[in-house]
């Protein structure tokens, strides 16, 4: 039986003429789920109770489980159990503009970045899309405001669960599902070529930002697998040509490692690669884990890494650090909770 918060609009649509019925009650239902919020059929009150039992046949109505929520200044982190009890993790952050969820796309990754929690742990399954569209739900619920700004950058590789992630993108996007500006969400990917092309063709104006870490194959191949798969040259040539389609900056993630990527010449190396893009670089200070040997790069050493950047006229910012103080680290939350 499938839940219902997995049906895009359109493929409500599409069940309601298949079951014959009329197409403007997906509208309707939508309605129900997303803006009034209801907790179970029976509160649809403009749907027949005929139809209703007919949807109950086909549809489940069941939750995510909240099984901890750990705070910090401006950031909350919820772990979730699954109906096969496996655990995911999403982040709440309070901004100036808004709230911001980091959602998680997997149980598990198998991507393999050394520098990663989620990566130590395999790949379970993919998230279908109503494990990601209940996070947001469930923290709106629990939180009593609007989510406003949504990153797919939590456990999981989300362009190895690619239709899932775009269907998901669709609901929380549709004006009759969350209505979140398509502007205001960010999908983020370490580098899986083929995906990035087929997202130039999606409808919707999502935001990529691309894990890079490094700016050459040899320290890329050491901390990210993936690299020697779609090494530089096939990625960086994809992403300009999917800048050329869709006219959209993209962002570059990189995580200071100690020692490994945080050099003044690794800086210039980085500033000669994604010269002539537009795009901009987001400078991670790394969160430690007790499980991953990898260091913190040092707040000077950070600022110096900064400086070389905006010297060779690469925009540039030090992401604003969330929860230093509890298991901040993306899958970090999960490990502990599966680990004990």
Request: with cysteine; net charge positive.
């Amino acid at each position: 039986m499938k839940n219902i918060y997995n049906l895009t609009l359109e493929e409500m649509e599409n069940y309601f003429l298949s079951i014959g019925s009329k197409k403007f009650h997906a509208k309707q239902l939508f309605e129900w789920l997303y803006i009034k919020r209801i907790k179970s059929l029976d509160e649809a009150s403009n749907i027949s109770k005929d139809l209703n039992q007919v949807i109950k046949k086909d549809f489940e109505f069941n939750p995510l489980k909240i099984v901890e929520v750990q705070e910090d200044v401006d950031v909350k982190k919820y772990l979730f159990e699954l109906h096969d009890g496996e655990h995911i993790e999403a982040v709440l952050m309070f901004h100036d503009f808004g709230n911001s969820v980091c959602v998680s796309s997997q149980v598990g990754c198998n991507m393999g970045c050394k520098f990663c929690e989620s990566g130590r742990r395999k790949k379970v399954r993919n998230l279908e899309t109503y494990e990601m569209v209940l996070q947001i739900l469930m923290i709106e619920e629990e939180l009593g405001k609007r989510i406003s700004h949504v990153v797919v950058m939590g456990i999981g590789e989300p362009f190895d669960n690619y239709d899932n992630v775009m269907n998901f993108f669709t609901i929380i996007n549709s004006p009759f599902g969350l209505a979140i500006g398509s502007r205001h969400l960010t999908v983020s990917t370490c580098g899986v070529v083929p995906k990035i092309k087929e997202f130039a063709e999606f409808p919707l104006q999502v935001n990529l930002a691309v894990s890079l870490h490094a700016p050459n194959n040899e320290i890329r191949n050491k901390i990210m697998p993936i690299n020697k798969v779609y090494p530089l040259e096939k990625l960086i040539p994809a992403l300009k040509e999917y800048y050329k389609k869709t006219n959209r900056r993209l962002t570059f993630e990189y995580i200071l490692l100690e020692g490994i990527n945080d050099s003044e010449s690794n800086a210039l190396e980085l500033s000669k690669l994604v010269k002539g893009m537009n795009c901009y670089i987001n400078l991670i200070p790394y969160n430690e884990t007790n499980n991953i040997e990898f260091k913190r790069t040092n707040t000077i050493k950070i600022m110096k890494f900064y400086d070389i950047l905006k010297r060779n006229n690469i925009t540039v910012t030090i992401r604003r650090e969330f929860g230093r103080n509890i298991s901040a680290a993306c899958g970090q939350l999960r490990s502990k909770k599966e680990e004990l």
